[in-house]
């Protein structure tokens, strides 16, 4: 049985990235980090337009359909963001700091977002 929760997390998380993908542009990336979360960079991209981004990937998911034996899985997300600063010393500065904020944004509840040092509720 344990073996099917995992599974059946996979999915889901294989269809939040799909819908990820699917708002991304084509130049930016995406990627698993860590067990359940992805990280999604955007290059060319400054903060206010990856906080625009950000939005609509929550939304999406807010609003997508995730079922297992015809029973409606609801899904949440929490997102960081952050964007590489000309004082950055080392290349996971950015990620580092988007991770934390996603840790913190968490820590507040679902559906929720932090976006530099600004806590974004929905």
């Known amino acids: 049985m344990i073996y099917a929760v995992i599974v059946q997390a996979t999915k889901c998380l294989q269809g939040i990235a799909k819908l ?3 708002t ?6 995406l990627a698993r980090y860590g067990g359940e979360e992805l990280v999604a960079i955007l290059e060319s991209t400054d903060l206010q337009h990856a906080q625009l981004v950000a939005e609509k990937i929550r939304s999406r998911i807010e609003k997508a359909r995730f079922s297992h034996r015809n029973v409606e899985i609801p899904l949440t997300i ?11 010393r080392k290349s996971d500065n950015p990620l580092e700091r988007a991770n934390d904020a996603m840790s913190r944004a ?4 679902k559906e929720q977002g932090l976006y530099a040092d600004v806590l974004m509720s929905y």
């Open 20 to 22: 990820i993908r699917s």
């Open 24 to 29: 991304l542009s084509q130049t930016d990336f």
């Open 78 to 88: 929490s997102i960081g963001v952050a964007e590489s600063a000309p004082t950055d």
């Open 106 to 109: 968490k820590e507040n509840g």
